[in-house]
Each structure stands twice: as structure tokens, then as C-alpha cells.
């Protein structure tokens, strides 16, 4: 998809591309008989074309606004990862340009006081790491939530903090101006922020001006990404969630939660000016694949028809998709067939 320009490769960190290939003689300047310092050039160039780029961190306890905020402020293509409770266990970025700036953010998952579990572990150590790696936090509170219920280990590591904050009273529209200034009054109390912002990410109140102090805050620097791109995820995971979304609307009971959704090809017909798409859905029994497919394939029909609305609608292009319902445990058999009949790549 050379419009979304999203990274092909499924496993593609989030290496900062701008860094040039440097050849070892490049770093060494023998006259001097010191290191040049590429890296500073770089940004002394940034600097003179007024460019600035940087990381925001958004953090904050689970239903607070986070991810409107984002989808509020990067655009609303964003909501398709950010909405899925599955998804926000991961750190999700979002990216947004224009032709002198870059602003890379990310929505982390809420914080757990106490972790009962490996993956809430982690997820608490996606929030750990956004105090250290970005040139921004973005604390977001409910405004409608008293202080007093903030979770003492978030703030505890707030005042360890050493980027600038600003601290976000979301869901203002809810509030009375008066309950605002109160609320904020506690919480300049407690740690001095660098800017308060009354918001409302769901009505996108304050939100252009919040963006525009954002920018204001970033360094100069060029662009970590390219500038079409919206996120760090490819086009696969796109497609799965959104088949896993409509798998979510249209069946009931254990059905959503036992299946499995694969993207086994995703591949651009220029001629037709379209995108085939063949994914598998694996169910783990066969009543459930059953259940899947539905009398006379009329469940199957209907699943193939919404998921193909929704992807179309995302990635602004005609789409022929064909989904294959199978049993986990013999798929990859089928995967073999499936590549004896030209599916593949
Ligand atoms: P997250 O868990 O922090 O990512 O929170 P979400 O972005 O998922 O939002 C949680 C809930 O709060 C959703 O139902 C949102 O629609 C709602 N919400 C978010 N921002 C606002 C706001 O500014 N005003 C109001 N009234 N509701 C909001
Ligand atoms: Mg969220």
C-alpha cells in the first residue's frame, strides 16, 4: 500500500529510520583526529530548517481518555487499533505530520496497582519505560474521579520524572469550571506541571491548542518516520483486527474468544487496482467451525461481507477477501494446498 506507506514486514521494530548507512571512514575526521559527531549535524540541519520531532508518552489509569485523546489528536483512522481492549496491551504508537514537525505518540495501558499477572507485569513496565524514553508526558486524569483515588505508585513515580509533564483534566465537559480549578489546585499541590489543560477528547475541546503546545515542546529534530505514515503496525494486523472486530459482532457465546483470525495473504493487484486478501479462521473444534460457517455458508457470507466493508473503509481501496474456516490442529495442510493453488505470495 504505497499510499499508507505502512511497514511490510511483520517483525519491523521501531528503529528510527532517519539514521543514514555510515561507512566507518565517515566518522572520522583525521585532521582533528576526532570523532564527528553525525548525529548533532543531523539536527543542527533539523534546526536551521526549523523541523522539530519528538516523543510524547501518554499515560494515565485505564479509562481516562487515553486513547480518544490520541485518536482525537492524530486522526480517527487511529481508533481502529486503539479501541480493542486486546490491543491496548500493547504500547501503541500513532504519528503525526506536517511539513516542519513530527510528533510520535504513545498510548500506553493503564496502570496496575498490583499485578496479579506476567502480562500485567509488562503492561506496568510499557508505563515504567515512558518516564524515561520521550521528550514529553502527557499525564490524562478524569476529571470527574476525586485526587484522592490516584494510584500512589503512579505518582510516586511522576515525582521521580525528569521530562516536562503536562497534565491533562479530561472529560471537561462533564465539569463546572469551578470543579476544575479546584481539582486542578490539588494537583499543582502535588507536583509542579509544566502546563494544565482542561480538555474534552471526546468532544475535541482544547485539544488544538494542547497539540500546539505540544509542538512547541518538541526538539529540533528531523522526522523519525516517513510522513504519510500514521503508525508503526503493518497492514496484516489491520486486517485481522478487523475481521476479529466483525467475528466479535456477529457470533455470540465462546465462538469470538476460541478463534483464531490469519492473514495468509495480503497482496496488491495494480491491474485491477485492487487487494486480495485470504485469511484463515481457525476454530478449535469442529461444532465451532460449524457454527462459523452457518447453514448454507450463510454465516460465513455475512462475516465476509461486513469484514470486507470494514477493510475497504480503512484502507480506501476495493478489496476481494476470502476467508477459510479451519480446525487449528491441521491448518498448516491446508496451507500447503492453499500454495499448490497459487494463493501464495
Ligand atoms: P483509556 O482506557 O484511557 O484509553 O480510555 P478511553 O479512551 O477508552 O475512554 C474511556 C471512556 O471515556 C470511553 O467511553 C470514552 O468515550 C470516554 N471519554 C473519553 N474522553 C472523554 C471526554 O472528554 N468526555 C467524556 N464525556 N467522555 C470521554
Ligand atoms: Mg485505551
Request: net charge negative; proline share 5%.
Amino acid at each position: 500500500m504505497d499510499e499508507l506507506n505502512l511497514p511490510k514486514d511483520d517483525n519491523q521494530d521501531l528503529e528510527p529510520k532517519f539514521i543514514p548507512e555510515l561507512q566507518p571512514d565517515d566518522l572520522w575526521d583525521e585532521e582533528q583526529d576526532t570523532e564527528i559527531d553525525t548525529n548533532s549535524e543531523w539536527i543542527a540541519q533539523a534546526e536551521a530548517e526549523g523541523h522539530k520531532a519528538g516523543f510524547v508518552n501518554i499515560i494515565g489509569q485505564p479509562n481516562v481518555g487515553k486513547s480518544t485523546l490520541m485518536n482525537a489528536l492524530v486522526g480517527e483512522r487511529m481508533s481502529i487499533i486503539t479501541n480493542k481492549p486486546q490491543t491496548t496491551r500493547h504500547r501503541i504508537i500513532g504519528i503525526l505530520s506536517d511539513d516542519n514537525y513530527q510528533v510520535v505518540f504513545s498510548d500506553t495501558p493503564g496502570y496496575i496497582e498490583e499485578p496479579h499477572y506476567k502480562m500485567q507485569e509488562r503492561m506496568n513496565n510499557f508505563v515504567d519505560t515512558s518516564f524515561q524514553d520521550g521528550d514529553l508526558l502527557l499525564l490524562v486524569i478524569d476529571s470527574t474521579e476525586p485526587f484522592e483515588q490516584y494510584s500512589p505508585a503512579l505518582l510516586e513515580k511522576l515525582q521521580k520524572n525528569n521530562t516536562p509533564v503536562f497534565l491533562l483534566l479530561n472529560k471537561a465537559d462533564l465539569r463546572t469550571p469551578e470543579q476544575l480549578e479546584d481539582l486542578k489546585a490539588k494537583w499543582m499541590n502535588f507536583y509542579e506541571f509544566d502546563k494544565v489543560f482542561f480538555i474534552s477528547a471526546l468532544h475535541k475541546q482544547n485539544t488544538e491548542a494542547l497539540l500546539n503546545d505540544i509542538i512547541a515542546e518538541m526538539p529540533a529534530h528531523p522526522a523519525f518516520y516517513p510522513k504519510d505514515q500514521f503508525t508503526d503496525r503493518p497492514e496484516r494486523f489491520f486486517v485481522s483486527e478487523i475481521i476479529r472486530e466483525k467475528i466479535l459482532e456477529l457470533y455470540h457465546q465462546e465462538i469470538p474468544y476460541s478463534c483464531e483470525v490469519m492473514v495468509h495473504t495480503f497482496k496488491e493487484d495494480e491491474e485491477k487496482n485492487l487487494v486480495r486478501i485470504y485469511a484463515y479462521i481457525l476454530a478449535s473444534r469442529q461444532s465451532q467451525k460449524h457454527i462459523l460457517i452457518g447453514k448454507g455458508g450463510k454465516a460465513i457470507k455475512q462475516l465476509g461481507i461486513a469484514s470486507r466493508e470494514g477493510i475497504e473503509a480503512f484502507l480506501e481501496k476495493k478489496v476481494f477477501l476470502e476467508l477459510i474456516v479451519k480446525i487449528r490442529e491441521n491448518w498448516r495442510d491446508d496451507e500447503i494446498s492453499l500454495r499448490n493453488f497459487g494463493y501464495d505470495e
